[in-house]
Structure formats: structure tokens, C-alpha cells
């Protein structure tokens, strides 16, 4: 079926250092891909998104990457600090459509 | 938390008693969401909202119920709690004028509802 799921369940970096959290698609319909970042005790919030016809997307300290070929996305965090501790989501979905589907979510620690 | 609120936070409740969640917007977003959320799963959809009155299932539905009749909410009804539907829900809009996400399928979630059924 259906799935996004993420490569690692737990991620421990070094504060300063950057932050690599990978995740994988199946449905190659999907063409609208979100990062959220989850607190504990907090609801999803949004980080950055891309579109399938880009392939890199940068904001601020975040930088998406698609490549639609091996069907994987994956959200670089720069120089990780101690507030960037979280559950990050990848999810996909399809324009307009209404079946967001949600990876189980990768845990950053940041060690200071 | 994009003018989400949910209520309550937290419920404690006993088997067979139903139960009333409620989300409200003042975003006016079109689009309307319920999703649980559980140890070892992704967020899972419940059910969702197109417009005022209209509604669908999502794939986790069964033993839930939903109404919209007013475009700032959304009520997610257990009709008869079970142990199976301990969980927290977050409730979710999209559809509004591009945000910081750029696009209209952004969607944005509430505070969640942590709901334990005894």
C-alpha cells in the first residue's frame, strides 16, 4: 500500500553540527511534499515543503531535497541547535486531493 | 498554531460513553481534517471536511462520526468510546490563501486532544 516512511526512528547529532533526516515515498502520484516538526506535547508545525517539479528548496537553516527517480526527500538542518530537538514528519500528498499520507516520524536529539 | 484551537486538551473517559471533540478555525480554511495519532504510526486520517455539510471518511473512520455546520467547526463524535480509540487527535485546516507554505494543500494542525479511554 501507500506508505512514507522514514529511514531511521532517532537521530542524535552534535549541537552546531548539520542534520540529515531522510525519508521515502511510494506513491509516485504524490507530487506535493511537506516537512513538519512535532514538539512534545505540541501539534505538527509546518517546516517547508517542495513541489514535485523542484528538486531542492531552501528556507531558513532548512533546506529540502526530492529526487523523484528513487522516490526520496530528505530535510538538512544547519548548524542543529538544542531548540531544533523534535519529531520530524516527511508527508506526501497530490494537488487538490485530500489524502495527505504521513511518515512515522524520525526523533532528533541535539547533544549540546 | 495557525488560529487552531481544540477542546479539550485532555479527556478522561470511561468504555461506552460518547464523546465530543471539537475544532475551531478562525482561519476560514475551506478544508477540514481529524486525524489520531499513535505510538509506532504515522498521523492517521479520520475524517475530513470539504465544505460546510459535506464530509468523507478517511481510513481509520469506523466507530467515529463527524459535522461541520459551520465553516470554523469541525466536532469529531465517538459515539461509544472504546480502549482502541486512546489517542491523540489533531485536528488539521487547509485550503486558505497561500501561507508561508506557498500552496493551498498546506495543512496546518491544532494544539491535539489527548483523549484515554478507561
Known amino acids: 500500500g501507500e506508505s512514507v516512511g522514514l529511514h531511521l526512528p532517532t537521530l542524535s547529532v552534535q549541537e552546531g553540527d548539520n542534520s540529515i533526516i531522510n525519508c521515502a515515498y511510494s506513491?509516485?502520484?504524490?507530487?506535493?511534499f511537506i516537512w513538519y516538526k512535532q514538539e512534545s506535547g505540541k501539534g505538527p508545525q509546518f517546516i517547508i515543503d517542495?513541489?514535485?517539479?523542484?528538486d531542492k528548496r531552501q528556507g531558513q537553516r532548512v533546506t529540502v531535497l526530492l529526487n523523484k527517480t528513487v522516490k526520496h526527500l530528505s530535510l538538512q538542518i544547519a548548524a542543529t541547535q538544542p531548540g531544533d530537538s523534535a519529531v520530524y514528519f516527511c508527508?506526501?500528498?497530490?494537488?487538490?486531493?485530500?489524502?495527505?499520507?504521513f511518515g512515522a516520524g524520525t526523533r532528533l536529539f541535539v547533544k549540546a | 498554531d495557525a488560529g487552531i484551537t481544540q477542546s479539550p486538551r485532555h479527556k478522561v473517559t470511561e468504555t461506552g460513553t460518547p464523546v465530543t471533540l471539537r475544532c475551531h478555525q478562525t482561519?476560514?480554511?475551506?478544508?477540514m481534517y481529524w486525524y489520531r495519532q499513535d505510538p509506532g504510526h504515522g498521523l492517521r486520517l479520520i475524517h475530513y471536511?470539504?465544505?460546510?455539510?459535506?464530509?468523507d471518511k478517511g481510513e481509520v473512520s469506523d466507530g467515529y462520526s463527524v459535522s461541520r455546520s459551520k465553516t470554523e467547526d469541525f466536532l469529531l463524535t465517538l459515539e461509544s468510546a472504546t480502549s482502541s480509540q486512546t489517542s491523540v487527535y489533531f485536528c488539521?485546516?487547509?485550503?486558505?490563501?497561500?501561507?508561508?507554505?506557498?500552496?493551498?494543500?498546506?495543512?496546518?494542525f491544532g494544539p491535539g486532544t489527548r483523549l484515554t479511554v478507561l
Open positions: 488539521a485546516i487547509s485550503g486558505g490563501l497561500a501561507g508561508p507554505g506557498g500552496s493551498t494543500d498546506t495543512q496546518y
Open positions: 506513491n509516485s502520484a504524490s507530487d506535493y
Open positions: 517542495i513541489r514535485s517539479n523542484m
Open positions: 508527508a506526501g500528498t497530490n494537488t487538490g486531493g485530500f489524502k495527505t499520507i
Open positions: 482561519e476560514n480554511h475551506r478544508y
Open positions: 471536511s470539504y465544505g460546510v455539510k459535506d464530509t
